[in-house]
C-alpha cells in the first residue's frame, strides 16, 4: 500500500525562526508523498488581543510549505472579525471540524473543517481539525461569542463517517490535550493517526 510521510509541529507560539523554518522547509522537500502539519497554538498573541494585520508567523508557515494547521485557542477568538483576522495570513486551510456558529448566518466560517489530498503516489489523505471547546452552552461567554463548539469525539465521528468513502487514511489534527487524545484514539478506532497538540507533549 502507498505511504504518506507526516512532519509535524505544535505549540511554538510565535517561536518559529527563519534557520528553523529553512530546515523544515528542507525537510519537506527531501521526501516524496508528504505533508507539513500543525497542531495549533502557532501564535502567541492571547484570545482578545489581535494584530491589525493579522499573524506574521502565519506568514513564515506559508512561505515554508505548511498543508494545513488547526485552530488553536490562541488563534480562537469570538468575534468573526477579528477571527478572521487573526488567521489571514495563513495561505494554506485553517481547520476546526468542531466549531459552529452560534446563530446560522448562513455563511462560510472563517475555518473548514477538513482537507483531501491526493499524494503523488495516489494516496487520497483526509485530515480534519479539533480545537478545545473555548465556547460551550453552558459558559456565560457565549453571550460574546459568534462561536459555538461542539464534543471534539462527536465531531470526529461525523467527520469519520463522511470522510471515509472518499479518503484511505484518516488524520485527526488536534488541539485538545493528551487526555482527550486518548480519549478520540479509544472512540475512533478508524484513525490511522492523531497529531495533537495544547499538552506540550512530545510526540
Given at each position: 500500500?502507498?505511504t504518506?510521510?507526516?512532519?509535524?509541529?505544535?505549540?511554538?507560539?510565535?517561536h518559529?525562526?527563519?534557520?528553523?523554518?529553512?530546515?523544515?522547509?528542507r525537510?519537506?522537500?527531501?521526501?516524496?508523498?508528504?505533508?507539513?502539519?500543525?497542531?495549533?497554538?502557532a501564535?502567541?498573541?492571547?484570545?482578545?488581543?489581535?494584530?491589525?494585520?493579522?499573524?506574521?508567523?502565519?506568514?513564515?508557515?506559508?512561505?515554508?510549505?505548511?498543508?494545513?494547521?488547526?485552530?488553536?485557542?490562541?488563534?480562537?477568538?469570538?468575534?468573526?472579525?477579528?477571527?478572521?483576522c487573526?488567521?489571514?495570513?495563513?495561505?494554506?486551510?485553517?481547520?476546526?471540524a468542531?466549531?459552529?456558529?452560534?446563530?446560522?448566518?448562513?455563511?462560510?466560517?472563517?475555518?473548514?473543517?477538513?482537507?483531501?489530498?491526493?499524494?503523488?503516489?495516489?494516496?487520497?489523505?483526509?485530515?480534519?481539525g479539533?480545537?478545545?471547546?473555548?465556547?460551550?452552552?453552558?459558559?456565560?461567554?457565549?453571550?460574546?461569542?459568534?462561536?459555538?463548539?461542539d464534543?471534539?469525539?462527536?465531531?470526529?465521528?461525523?467527520q469519520?463517517?463522511?470522510?471515509?468513502?472518499?479518503a484511505d487514511?484518516?488524520i485527526?489534527l488536534?488541539?485538545?490535550?493528551?487526555?482527550?487524545?486518548?480519549?478520540?484514539?479509544a472512540?475512533?478506532?478508524?484513525?490511522?493517526?492523531?497529531?495533537?497538540?495544547?499538552?506540550?507533549?512530545?510526540?
Open positions: 500500500m502507498p504518506v510521510h507526516i512532519l509535524h509541529t505544535n505549540d511554538f507560539h510565535n518559529l525562526s527563519p534557520a528553523q523554518a529553512q530546515v523544515i522547509r525537510a519537506k522537500e527531501a521526501l516524496e508523498d508528504v505533508l507539513l502539519l500543525d497542531a495549533g497554538d501564535v502567541s498573541a492571547g484570545n482578545i488581543g489581535v494584530r491589525p494585520g493579522g499573524e506574521p508567523i502565519l506568514t513564515r508557515m506559508s512561505e515554508t510549505g505548511y498543508d494545513a494547521m488547526t485552530l488553536g485557542n490562541r488563534e480562537f477568538h469570538v468575534a468573526d472579525a477579528l477571527l478572521r487573526k488567521i489571514n495570513r495563513a495561505r494554506f486551510p485553517v481547520l476546526c468542531n466549531v459552529r456558529w452560534k446563530e446560522d448566518t448562513g455563511e462560510a466560517l472563517p475555518v473548514q473543517p477538513h482537507v483531501l489530498k491526493t499524494l503523488p503516489n495516489g494516496l487520497r489523505v483526509a485530515v480534519f479539533l480545537t478545545v471547546p473555548m465556547v460551550t452552552p453552558r459558559m456565560a461567554a457565549r453571550a460574546l461569542s459568534a462561536f459555538l463548539f464534543d471534539p469525539v462527536d465531531a470526529a465521528r461525523r469519520i463517517a463522511a470522510l471515509r468513502p472518499q487514511v484518516l485527526a488536534t488541539h485538545i490535550g493528551i487526555r482527550e487524545d486518548e480519549r478520540l484514539a472512540a475512533c478506532p478508524e484513525l490511522a493517526l492523531i497529531v495533537g497538540g495544547h499538552s506540550h507533549v512530545t510526540l
